[in-house]
């Protein structure tokens, strides 16, 4: 009989392997030495360990499903206990039980890991689903779209939630799209109808801006325009390529009148210029006439400056008040000269006058006199008063004989 720490092999070829709970048949040898049949037997708990080694490192070291594993685990198990080996099955039997041990760590902690990661997958989609129903009130339709477009990618790339909770919340999600789209589609249709009434509007004003372009009125036609530049302006767009047509015809239209209006005022411009050096050379002229000394002389050369002036015509409206100044302060001059001229011919005025003068002397003749008496009678007080009131008067007598003078005496 021949025999190890972990096996035997009795004289009838009998091979037993040895266990806690005793010994039992692992098989029968009797093709060679018992040796050979020990060392058969002891390769195959060898292979046994090994492959128990091959999936202790998979639980280990990949992602193996904790049911393939224990069907693995399991599989090793029937093999050890059905004892066609002799080693230390103990020993293996002790390493699949730490490997089920461990599988079962394992799945709890990828169960608390996924449980974890729906938890996140949650709420990231929560934050999707609110950040989508405020977009969907939006009037930033670029911005907004754009943004819808990368949460359905963000979405995409979130784990699935349990089905219930996942349909609910791509519910809300779905819906919050499909309302933006229908408000960014009747947004942009009304735009289009607003843009087809703009072109329609601006057709017509392109097509009076055309009519005036030929016109020679130039006020009331530059004036037209300035209407029709508002109105343009408040018809809104049309659709680009209509609008850059008809904002050419509308353009062009102006250009045309505007053009020819100031090819007709620089020419006018010119005449109005030449006419200013004229009537500078006129002013030279009236302006020489001053002072008046032979108002008959002056006011013949006058008129015939003031003729000559009206036929030269306009002048640049900016230089046309500093001109008009300078020969009415001329024609005041003449008028003041006539004016005095005419008082001092004037018999009524020259009464008044010397009345005026007759009095003012008759009054200071009688203050003298009251003076005199004052102080006769050594009443300063009086005399004082009366000296006051005769100074006034003499002041006024003064006027009115110079007054008189310019009566010739």
Known sequence: MTSDPWGRVDDEGNVYVRTAEGEHVVGSWQAG?????????????????VEIGLLERRVRTTDLAAKDALTAIEHLRAQVTEGHAVGDLAALATRLDALVAEVESRREERRAARAKAQEEARGAKDTLVAEAERLAESTQWREAGDRLR?????????PRLDRKADDELWHRFSHARS???KRRKAHFATLDQQRDEARLTKEKLAKEAESLSGSTDWGATAARYRELMADWKAAGRAQREAEDELWARFRGAQDVFFQARSAVFDERDAGERENQTLKEALLVEAEALLPIADLKAVKASYRTISERWEEIGHVPRDTRPKL??????????????????????????????????GLLQAAVD??????EAARAKNDAGRAAKLEAELSGRRELLEQALKGLEEFGG
Request: aromatic share 8%; proline share 3%.
């Open 366 to 371: 009688k203050l003298e006199k009251q003076i």
């Open 179 to 181: 309302t933006f789209s």
């Open 150 to 158: 990368a949460l359905v990618d963000s979405w995409k790339a979130l």
């Open 33 to 49: 030495s018992p040796d050979e049949a020990l060392a058969y037997f002891t390769r195959k708990y060898d292979g046994i360990a």
């Open 324 to 357: 008009e100044a300078r020969l009415h302060t001329v024609d005041r001059a003449i008028r003041e000269a006539e004016e005095a001229e005419w008082q001092r011919s004037n018999p009524e005025a020259r009464a008044r006058a010397q009345g005026m003068t």
